[in-house]
């Protein structure tokens, strides 16, 4: 395990999704890499992350979503978090977030479009999120 790095991320499932494998693995995979996870668990209210990340000073929330309804469950979570004094906090979303086969460049402009920062398709490894958040957040 990776010397903590000072680093604190919210992750969750949004919605009412209740898949809690994939968020299991990436807590366990986050925590290895030095990261100060809260893990939020399965069927997370946009508001239970905001909450979280006020409450920690998160530098990042990720959010996870499988059930493809992530689309609709993220809408406005980027004004919320500004309204919250959360501007600028780094935000990413992965997983199924769609419903049906979309282009990925399509729902990732979209994603983009709502406030997110970083998205990623389904069965992306653990790794490129902890290098895309060790990237964005600086950590060395």
């Not at 920690?56 to 469950?73: N, Q």
């Not at 500004?82 to 990925?104: C, H, M, P, S």
């Not at 479009?113 to 060790?134: A, C, H, N, Q, S």
């Amino acid at each position: 395990m990776e010397q903590g790095n000072g680093k604190k991320l919210v992750i969750g499932v949004i919605g009412a999704d209740v898949h809690a494998v994939g968020i299991r693995i990436l807590e366990y995979a986050f925590r290895e890499a030095g990261f100060d996870v809260t893990n939020l668990g399965v069927m997370v209210s946009q508001e239970e992350f905001i909450g979280a990340a006020l409450e920690t000073a998160a530098d990042a929330i990720v959010i996870s979503s499988l059930y493809g309804h992530g689309e609709l469950d993220c809408r406005g979570m980027r004004d919320k978090m500004d309204e919250a004094g959360l501007d600028g906090l780094l935000l990413y979303v992965g997983g199924n977030i769609v419903v049906g086969k979309q282009d990925f460049v399509d729902v990732e402009k979209r994603f983009h479009e709502m406030g997110f920062d970083r998205v990623f398709p389904p069965g992306t490894p653990p790794e490129e999120t902890i290098f895309y958040l060790k990237k964005d957040l600086e950590v060395e």
